[in-house]
């Protein structure tokens, strides 16, 4: 496995990384100006595996043995893997968005959520991105199978699923901020979100507890951005000021993923492989039979425990620097009684049918995740 493939995950690494430094520099300075280093970093995330890609088909195309052209695809005679296409195309829409954002903010001021426009171009161009360095990583350890490659190439996958995890939890934040944690909507949005993330390392990976790991560098990785961030003095520069925070403002505790993800890694030990050896019709009932399993069980999981969790992180007694509790709020927002309160519960209580959506949600996701792992398993270009 190439060194390049290690460095195209390292500059993934930065997606995430820059869009939760970006929403903390918003919501704690404000948006001062496009090259912000959070801006810089999330647009190298996509421009640095574009170029290592972009030179990989350079030496494919021209200077390439037989094995290197027998692992690529061709595309207008220029010959790279079906990966870095991807990746490629990613970047070029990351870099559409940049200056489509600069546009929005200069004509609309701060941004009201999370995902407007010009962010929504710049999430799918992440997320294309990421789905592009997951392939590469992925035709290598498909290729490597059996051999020590083959496990750093596994191990590698599950690194970069973790950070696929993490970077699409930032984009679902508006949705899964702790005070929602108690509303139907909350458990049908990570329904219909997490298993598939969860379910692609879990099947594809050929690495035992691939799922807790992917989990635990989510978790890990927000962690860290939790704990780090509120090191750095920031002053709000943009009225209103509401309240006048001294320091970069962390993001909210992340979920507890990596509960669901090891109960998943116990079934896919159980009965994993003895799904895949299924093939035609069977393979897909079968599939079909553990996906509602998978939800039942996500939902299942996730309801007692995010349920008694949110409860500890909205009191006082999470307002502390390893949970963040009450210390995520922006500038610009009054710090009241709000604060420690549970909302929307009137307009999307959780109720019998809309956990009863949430587990359909939940079982779609896990079936999609396991017919596309069968799928990303025949990956070698």
Known sequence: ??????????????????????????????????????HILIQLGGVVPALLF???????????????????????GVRAPLGA???????????????????????????????SPPHAVLGLGMLVVAIG????????????????????AALLFTVAAGLMITMESVFATEYTWPNHQHTS??????????????????????????????????????????????????????APIYNPVTHMVPPPFPLLLIIAALALDVMMLLWGDKLLARRGWRALLLDSLFAIAIGVLFVGIMLPVQWSFAKFLISPAADNWF???????????????????????????????????AVLLAIAASAVGLWCGRWMLKVRR
């Not at 927002?333 to 019998?352: C, K, M, Q, Y």
């Open 85 to 115: 296409w991807v990746t490629m195309w990613g970047s070029l829409a990351m870099l559409t968005s940049a200056p489509f954002d600069n546009w929005w903010h200069n004509t609309y001021g701060l941004d009201v959520k999370i995902v």
């Open 185 to 238: 909507n909350f458990f049908q949005v990570i329904a219909h979100v997490f298993p598939f993330l969860l379910l692609i390392p879990a099947r594809v990976a050929k690495l035992r507890w691939a799922t807790t790991i992917a989990a635990g560098v989510y978790t890990g990785l927000t962690c860290l951005m939790i704990w780090v961030l509120p090191l750095f003095h920031a002053q709000p520069k943009l």
């Open 323 to 357: 949970f963040a509790g009450n210390r995520v709020w922006p500038y610009y927002s009054r710090i009241g009684p709000w604060t420690h309160e549970f909302w929307d519960l009137a307009d999307n209580p959780v109720a019998v049918k809309s956990i009863g959506i």
């Open 54 to 76: 972009a030179w990989q088909a350079w030496q494919t195309t021209f200077r390439g043995t037989e094995a290197e052209r027998a692992g690529s695809i061709s595309l207008f």
């Open 133 to 152: 360095v997951l392939l590469n990583v992925l035709s290598w350890q498909n290729r490597l199978a059996g051999t020590t490659g083959g496990k750093s």
């Open 1 to 38: 496995m190439p060194a390049k493939t290690y460095w195209t995950v390292l500059a993934m690494a930065g997606l995430p990384i820059g869009i939760m430094w970006d929403i903390s520099w918003h919501i704690s300075i404000g948006r001062d100006t496009f090259w912000t280093p959070a």
